[in-house]
């Protein structure tokens, strides 16, 4: 038995070997080769490599991109890559390679040549744009792939524009000779809007004022002229930004934007948003404090600048704002390098945040470089010549934000950004400068209604950055019953590449003065003109002025004192103008102050001589958000020389714009027995205005202003028993609407008299309109 178990198994064992044995007598099994590769028997040396089916592309340049080349040994490796270098080149739609004993066969089917590319159905994105977007090019080699990114660029454009909806389908039209025309066919479709944006997790403020937070809006009729109801994921981005600095502006210092989701509808034409929140605790300041320890700066100026009390609700905008504030302080010192920071010590259960501003002497950093981006029609030296940096200077912050102020003051771009980046070494910094050109071209147009004037009007058109290289042309005319003005005026800012502003003003002007004071008059002049920076803030220029006045037309029945002023005169005029300047914008202040001095001198020529001296000054501060409160004023004397009398071309005349609620002409010293004014030779004015919110949404641009004027006019050098010069003052109330529609500025003045003479001439409203192209 034991025996017979021994063989079986000798058996079993002889018959696992014999089958080893033949496995292994087997020819090997070639390795499955790549697509497009047979398989030949190895160990071949290749004797030749043979290119079939290329028509445009020569065979050198098929051999160039093969890894494999003649006399190596056939290697099917070698061979995969060879394959997938000749398709990574997109010259052709298909591939195969085989040896045939030892030539190598290359076959290849070359993708089709481009002959015309065209789009369809598009209407809200042009050719040229789309031409510009995609790699797709006619007389170019046709390739798929290239197609399928051109597809995903298309719809990311229109996405980019709110068009979600958009779809885009290529088609491909076979011509002879390996030719297509490419044509993407192309759905706008309709703008996918934000049908509701969603808050969770607020309990602090409402929805309605997260909303108006954010630059995101749901759709509403009133927004036609508004893409901020469109969906676009930057802005989106943006929005959880200015809800941090919201939360933590009102003392919600542990705040987080959890996430923001925005969810498209099945039929894909609108978006529900929902940010999702996280408010925290919310603190006030605890002990604030300030240490320093550069020597040179008065610790005390530095607390006087701290506007972070203790049991104030915590605002980091604000610490912001101070450390702004000690930068700007360091570096009239000569601290180009401050370094400040806020040291910031949370107690959660007291609710307090207590802060201590740490003032010390930064790394020593230099401007290697500025960049100027976004500015396609602005020449770069349009910029370059505002910043009041360059290239080797000390970074200084102060000067950083100084120019950024005086960039936006060119009132060329929609938005400025200056910023600066590590350069590269660690005493290197690069000045980040980008901006968003506005259209810089205007065409205003004035309306305006008086009791005594009825409808005037008014035209110009005004170029402010003239072929990009900020000159200003403007040309207006003002057509009224009273007045025709042609005005053609122009300023080169930097005269011969310097910091001098030059350039002249022509006009022609006929005014109708038979309502205020029976005569008409024509002055027909030019002005020189030229101006320069004696520091930052404070600017002086110059002008000359030549001009021609003819008083005519005087009605039979006006005063005598106007009558005796009929016929020419030539006045040659000298004069020069000082403003210090400290506004936070010089279009639309909000903040700051300025005060502008000037005098002239008549003489030098001409029939008339007399000294003048007049001022101004203006101050705005922000009363909270969208409040802001404003007080101007201004003043005036002239005097005659030489034993002349000042003429009444040359008087002050006070009313309607400077005085609300008073016609045109309306105060000052008066002929009684004609009705006819005289004017002044000295006044003076002042204005007190609010502007406030009316509850509106922000989209309508509608705001509200109510104000206070008051001024007068006297000192007139015609005496008689007739003329009557009070010099009282006058004084009115009033308020208004201003509008920024999507025209133009629009306002609308009510203005009453509360303090007037009899003979004084009122008016009840004063209305205008302009736009821009």
């Keep these: 038995m034991e025996g017979g178990l021994s063989g079986a198994v000798r058996a079993v064992a002889w018959g696992v070997l014999v089958a080893l044995l033949m496995a292994l007598s087997l020819p090997a099994k070639a390795e499955d080769a790549p697509a497009g590769v047979a398989s030949p028997p190895q160990q071949v040396v290749i004797r030749a490599i043979r290119i079939e089916g290329n028509q445009r592309v020569e065979d050198g340049t098929i051999l160039s991109y093969m890894v494999i080349k003649v006399g190596d040994v056939y290697d099917p490796a070698r061979v995969d890559r060879s394959l997938k270098a000749l398709y990574a080149t997109g010259l052709f739609a298909d591939v195969t390679i085989h040896l045939e004993v030892s030539v190598l066969i290359v076959h290849v089917v070359e993708n089709p040549i481009i002959n015309r590319l065209a789009f369809e ?24 792939a290239k197609v399928e990114r051109d597809v995903s660029r298309i719809l990311e454009l229109y996405r980019r524009s709110g068009r979600f909806a958009a779809t885009v389908q ?52 009133y927004r036609f002229f508004s893409t901020d109801d469109t969906y676009d994921p930057d802005r989106l981005s943006f929005d959880r930004e200015l809800l941090r600095r919201f939360y933590l502006k009102n003392g919600y210092a542990d705040f987080r934007v959890v996430s923001a989701v925005a969810e498209l509808a099945p039929n894909r034409d609108r978006f529900f948003v929902t940010f999702t929140l996280d408010e925290g605790k919310r603190y006030k300041f605890g002990k604030v404090s300030v240490e320093t320890h550069l020597r040179d700066l008065d610790i005390n100026e530095l607390r006087k600048l701290v506007t972070t009390k203790e049991g104030q609700w915590y605002n980091a905008e604000e610490v912001e704002n101070v450390i702004d504030k000690m930068t700007d302080f360091a570096g009239r010192y000569g601290y180009a390098f401050v370094d400040i920071q806020p040291e910031a010590k949370r107690d959660a259960k007291a609710g307090t945040i207590s802060l201590t501003y740490v003032v010390n002497e930064g790394r020593r950093v230099y401007v290697e470089k500025i960049d100027i981006t976004g500015n396609t029609r602005t020449l770069d030296k349009v910029i370059r010549r505002e910043m009041r940096l360059i290239e080797g200077d000390a970074f200084n912050t102060a000067r950083l934000r100084l120019s950024q102020q005086k960039i936006r003051n060119l009132g060329f771009f929609e938005k400025v950004d200056v910023d600066n980046v590590p350069g590269s070494a660690p005493d290197r910094t690069v000045v980040k400068v980008n901006v968003e050109e506005k259209s810089t071209g205007e065409l205003q147009i004035g309306a305006g209604y008086s009791t005594t004037e009825g409808v005037l009007g008014n035209f110009s058109v005004r170029e402010r950055n ?24 122009f300023t080169e800012p930097y005269f011969l590449d310097r910091r001098i502003s030059a350039g002249f003003d022509i006009f022609d002007i006929n005014r109708n003065n038979q309502t205020e004071s029976s005569y008409d008059q024509n002055s027909l002049g030019v002005t020189l003109h030229a101006g320069y920076q004696i520091t930052e803030r404070l600017r002086q220029t110059w002008h000359y002025t030549i001009r021609r006045d003819n008083i005519t037309n005087i009605s039979s029945a006006a005063s005598v004192f106007i009558k005796a002023e009929a016929g020419k005169t030539t006045t040659s005029e000298f004069g020069q103008t000082l403003l210090y300047d400290k506004r936070n914008d010089r279009f639309n202040p909000t903040d700051g102050y300025y005060v502008q001095v000037g005098t002239d001198y008549a003489g030098l020529g001409g029939d008339i001589d007399y000294a003048r001296a007049n001022g101004q000054i203006g101050y705005f501060y922000p009363l909270g958000a969208e409040w802001t409160g404003s007080i101007t004023g201004r003043a005036g004397k002239i005097v005659g020389l030489n034993g002349q009398k000042v003429r009444l071309a040359d008087r002050f005349f006070l009313g309607q714009d400077s005085l609300r609620g008073f016609a045109l002409s309306g105060v000052g010293p008066r002929d009684v027995a004609t009705g006819d004014a005289l004017g002044g030779n000295e006044y003076y004015d002042t204005s007190m205005e609010l502007g406030f919110p009316l509850g509106l949404p922000k989209a309508f641009g509608v705001s509200g202003h109510a104000f206070l004027d008051a001024g007068t006019v006297t000192g007139v050098d015609d005496t008689g028993p007739t003329v009557v010069d009070t010099g009282a003052l006058r004084a009115s109330v009033g308020a208004g609407l201003s509008w920024r529609s999507p025209f133009g500025p629009v306002r609308v003045d009510l203005g009453f008299p509360i303090k007037k003479e009899p003979f004084d001439k009122t008016e009840l409203m004063r209305f205008n309109f302009g736009t821009k192209f």
Excluded: C
Excluded at 473 to 483: A, E, F, G
């Design 121 to 144: 159905g598009n209407s809200r994105i042009s050719d040229d744009t789309l031409q510009q977007e995609i790699q797709s090019r006619p007389r170019v080699v046709y390739s798929r």
């Design 170 to 221: 290529p088609k491909v039209i076979q011509l002879p000779e390996n030719r297509v025309d490419l044509v993407f066919e192309i759905n706008e479709g309709g703008v996918t809007l934000i049908e509701k944006i969603n808050f969770v997790g607020n309990h602090a403020f409402s929805d309605d004022t997260l909303k108006s937070v954010i630059m995101t809006k749901e759709t509403r009729w």
């Design 466 to 489: 003239f072929l990009g290289r900020g000159q200003d042309v403007n040309l207006s005319l003002l057509l009224s019953q009273r007045t025709q003005q042609v005005d053609l005026a």
